[in-house]
Each structure stands twice: as structure tokens, then as C-alpha cells.
């Protein structure tokens, strides 16, 4: 049973950059064919899909995020990552990681989520 | 981006009840749609991939239909363990976008 999980910091203040690490187990990325990516959710927006990367590089982002955002995986340590740049009040969110079939896929896996609130 | 509209909104059950809930895509998806429940403070869970294949551990009770642009999620028999939010979610073209969520929640 894969067990993803969610970590970084839970606090921002704007414009800073917001970095968060997905932690895998129970399974190696190293020899999953699969695409990790992150979504987000606030009570006024719902859910947004943020972005993923597959296990060969295919990368796609949302268009609205794609200036600031970016997925990396460390394959080696069973870890991705998000990074946003130039956080607002309007990134506060709870993030989740996701894997995937396909870079564009529906989630079939999540990690429960941590709250990231953007405050001065 | 394609805009997912779901109705109802909330919809108030009972046990033993059947439900069903629709998602309306703004333009033609094919297939390519998914279903999630979410409970308070847990992450989504799909249960529904590709308009109809239930995902692995969900009860056959959960069936999904529909093509093109308009779909739905049929719950029958209603259990307890089935108040949750639901979402529909197009993965036809990036970025995939979702519903804004039905609530089914106990009459």
C-alpha cells in the first residue's frame, strides 16, 4: 500500500516561496512508471490541480501557477517536491501530493494534506 | 480550462436512500472522467476512474455513466459511511479541473 506524505513549513509571509516535500513508502519511484504531482484546496475555490511530473520528465503545470511553480523528484530518495514562488494570501491552501497513471491523470493516490496559510 | 458543474449542491439522504449526482463538463471530455469522495479533514479519495471502473476496495454500489459532456455518480442502497463530498474531475485536457463538490448529508 503506497503511503505518500506531505511536509514543509506551514506559515509564509508574503512573497516568500513556498517549498513542500512528498515523502514516499511503501513502493520505489525508482521503478514506478507513475506521475507525482500536487493539488490544492480552499473552501472558496474547491480543489485545484497544481502540476505534475512524470517518471521520464514530462512536466505540465496549470496555466495560471506556471510562472511560479515548479515539481522536481528525487527519485533516489522517494521524495518530490513543489516549489511556488512569489506566495499571496490567495496561495493559502491545504496542499496535496498525488500520484498518477499519466502527468495529466486523475489522483489515485493522496498524501492527507498540510494546511499552508500566507500571512503577514 | 474546462469548467465542471455539478449538481446538486448538497443533497440530503438517508440511509438506504439512491442518489444520484451530476457533473456537467463546458465542453466534450470523451471518457475521461473521474469521481472522488472526500470526508472532513481527509483528503479525496477516487473512487471512479474513466467515467465507470471502480477503483480497488470500492463497493459495487458506487456506478458511474455518461459521455461526452454530461455524467453522473449513482449511489444505491446509501450507507452510513457514504455522507461525504463528492467531486468529479476532467483529465481530458491540462489542466484537469474539478466540480465544486456535492454534499450528501443525512435528511
Known amino acids: 500500500q503506497l503511503h505518500l506524505q506531505e511536509s514543509g513549513p506551514g506559515l509564509l509571509k508574503p512573497s516568500e516561496t513556498l517549498s513542500l516535500a512528498c515523502t514516499v513508502s511503501g513502493g520505489s519511484m525508482r521503478y514506478s512508471r507513475s506521475s507525482w504531482g500536487w493539488l490544492r484546496q480552499t473552501p472558496g475555490q474547491g480543489l485545484t490541480w497544481i502540476g505534475a511530473k512524470s517518471y521520464d520528465g514530462l512536466t505540465e503545470y496549470h496555466p495560471s501557477l506556471k510562472s511560479r511553480v515548479a515539481i522536481s523528484l528525487d527519485t533516489f530518495k522517494n521524495q518530490f517536491f513543489l516549489s511556488l514562488d512569489a506566495v499571496t494570501a490567495a496561495d493559502t491552501a491545504v496542499y496535496y501530493c498525488?500520484?498518477?497513471?499519466?502527468?495529466?491523470?486523475?489522483?489515485?493516490?493522496w498524501g492527507p494534506g498540510i494546511q499552508v496559510t500566507v500571512s503577514s | 480550462d474546462i469548467e465542471m458543474t455539478q449538481s446538486p449542491s448538497s443533497l440530503p439522504a438517508s440511509v438506504g436512500d439512491s442518489v444520484t449526482i451530476s457533473c456537467r463538463a463546458s465542453q466534450s471530455i470523451g471518457t475521461n472522467l473521474n469521481w472522488y469522495q472526500q470526508k472532513p479533514w481527509t483528503a479525496p479519495r477516487m473512487l471512479i476512474s474513466s467515467v465507470s471502473k471502480l477503483q480497488s476496495g470500492v463497493p459495487s454500489r458506487f456506478r458511474g455513466f455518461g459521455s461526452g459532456t454530461d455524467f453522473s455518480l449513482a449511489i444505491t442502497n446509501l450507507q452510513p459511511e457514504d455522507f461525504a463530498t463528492y467531486f468529479c474531475?476532467?483529465?481530458?485536457?491540462?489542466?484537469?479541473?474539478f466540480g465544486q463538490g456535492t454534499t450528501v448529508d443525512v435528511k
Open positions: 498525488s500520484k498518477s497513471a499519466e502527468v495529466n491523470g486523475g489522483a489515485e493516490d
Open positions: 474531475q476532467q483529465t481530458d485536457r491540462v489542466p484537469p479541473s
